[in-house]
């Protein structure tokens, strides 16, 4: 239905001078929600297969299209897409559905069991990543039989690993800012505690020289909240599905301007900075205050009872009892005192 409206909506658009012309008001409207805002919408995942798919990666991608619902897509048919050769398909599709996150799938015999994630924005592609599913551990969300959460709700997100918290881009910080964006649903300024279902876990082993680079690993658990002796209630996990574990294939890089364009930020979203007013580290506001001169020869002191002067009474200074003698010498040369 999605890919039929925006098919629809572009008919009736042509180009002039490089620019975008509606004809009328429907492709006007079109137009106008595609412009830049100054709050944009959820960022919608859109699921693809390639010309050669194997059932497993079917499986993965229905599983991860049924947890990121409503923001999400899924294509049946397979399309001829191979994103490291030639992209322009996929930003076609990006374009097209509004989506500016992909996901490919694809199965070959140099990349088995490969999915593909691709970020765009303003409808070019940013950065893409393989994944390479190891099928041995490989477990839908079907075959875990219990209770599953609800649809549009936002997870917690759990990164586990060193290589994720890594200063210098690797495939791994790719792959943390991927899987981020792709788990973090709908932007929201307060969450309701009841709200927090289920938690999305990646880890990782720690890396070791001489071995083969660690795998990915993805866990989906359920939060269960039981009575306990207390007044909180007690929290468990139960693992919902599915469950994956990848490892790192090929990798693209975003370009430094376009990634600085895509960080920027409008300035009416921006706060304003308060003159003299700052936060620490803990999240504490912390202002100063400018005083002007102060005068403290006027400044009235406390009076004390006891700093008081008796007008009747002088205060008479001590003289030290030590007797001075003036010495003068005689004409026999002897020495002669005199007390003053």
Request: hydrophobic share 35%; net charge positive; glycine share 6%.
């Amino acid at each position: 239905m999605a890919e039929e409206l925006s098919a629809s909506s572009l008919l009736n658009i042509t180009r002039d001078d490089g620019t975008l012309v509606p004809r009328n008001a429907r492709s006007k409207r079109a137009l106008e929600k595609r412009a830049p805002q100054l709050n944009e919408n959820a960022k919608t995942t859109l699921f693809l297969k390639g010309s050669s798919c194997s059932d497993i990666v079917q499986l993965v991608l229905a599983d991860l299209h049924s947890l990121k619902r409503p923001l999400s897509l899924k294509f049946t048919k397979k399309n001829s897409i191979h994103p490291f050769e030639d992209a322009s398909s996929l930003e076609f599709f990006s374009e097209k559905n509004d989506a500016s996150l992909l996901v490919l799938g694809s199965h070959s015999k140099k990349r088995p069991h490969c999915l593909t994630l691709v970020r765009t924005f303003d409808s070019k592609v940013l950065d893409m990543l393989e994944l390479y599913l190891d099928p041995e551990t490989f477990r839908t969300l079907g075959q875990f039989k219990n209770k599953k959460c609800a649809v549009g709700l936002k997870p917690l997100i759990v990164f586990s690993g060193t290589a994720f918290e890594s200063p210098t881009p690797t495939p791994y910080t790719l792959a943390k800012s991927l899987l981020t964006d792709f788990f973090i649903g709908q932007e929201a300024q307060t969450v309701d505690v009841e709200g927090l279902q289920y938690i999305v876990s990646i880890s990782m082993e720690e890396e070791r020289e001489g071995e083969p680079a660690p795998k990915i690993h993805l866990r989906i658990y359920l939060i269960r909240t039981k009575k306990s002796s207390e007044k909180l209630p007690r929290a468990e996990v139960e693992e919902m599905g599915p469950r994956m574990d990848f490892r790192i294939g090929r990798m693209k890089e975003a370009d430094d301007g376009m990634m600085k364009e895509a960080l920027k930020r409008p300035k009416h979203l921006e706060p304003k900075q308060k003159k003299n007013i700052a936060t620490d580290i803990v999240g504490d506001k912390i202002g100063r205050i400018h005083l002007g001169r102060q005068d403290l020869d006027s400044l009235q002191s406390r009076k004390m009872k006891g700093l008081k002067r008796r007008r009747d009474t002088e205060i008479d200074v001590e003289e030290d009892d030590t007797t001075i003698f003036d010495v003068d010498e005689n004409s026999d040369g002897g020495a002669k005192r005199t007390k003053i």
